[in-house]
């Protein structure tokens, strides 16, 4: 597949066919994602690759979570937005939720729709992208971000979707407890990963990005 095909088709998927990915091509996903560019090359990146057993419970363990009152308490905290980005999130929000059907005040389904988040969208399998607290500076996450788009773009090739989920370490302790990843290993971000179900309303969602014109400055051209 070309590349610009495949950057062009990736977007976040978030309903998912049970069919788990086999491991084959889990593996072959991560083999060329680990291709990405790393501060002098240190690969800080770190996968679990989660399915089965181990993956159902964690999915159960962080909706009790939710359903529990408990405040996230990620290991990388992120401010709210405000301004143009508070702006780009509440678009892309109030389009889900229009495709999904949920109405800004359906307190119920809004709930509905964050236990499946933090059900991986029901993907079939995830992957927890971490790195080693010795090294998690502003490089270290920069290369967890290539590593990670970079997973997303090969998943396509094999026809599989991906959403890049923060809320699926938004209980790191929880995360720790059942897959076992120590406390010296920090949680970046989660993926879920698996076929796409095309029927699903979420998936027919194609984000929109500023226009360049807001974010380019041309010097000497
Ligand atoms: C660091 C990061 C965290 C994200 N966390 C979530 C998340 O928790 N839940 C979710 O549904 N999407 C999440 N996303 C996906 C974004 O919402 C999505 O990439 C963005 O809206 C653009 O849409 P696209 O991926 O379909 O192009 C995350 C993406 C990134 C890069």
Redesign the pocket.
Known sequence: MEIIEAIKS?????GYKPTPVPKEILTEILEVATRAPSNINRQPWEFTILGGKVLDDLKQALQEQFLAGVEPDRDFPVKPLTGVYRK??VE?GIA?YQLMGIAREDKEKRNQWWLK?LRA?DAPNAIIVSVDEEINDLWALFDL?AV??TI?LAAVNFGLGT??????V?YPKVVRQITGIPESKKL???IAIGYPDWDFPANE???T?ESLANIVTWQGI
Request: proline share 0%; aromatic share 4%; glycine share 10%.
């Open positions: 990736r977007k976040s998927i978030r780009r999130q892309v889900l988040q969208f971000g990670s788009q997303a959403c890049i989920q923060g809320a699926l938004d970046a971000i989660g969602l194609k984000s990005r």
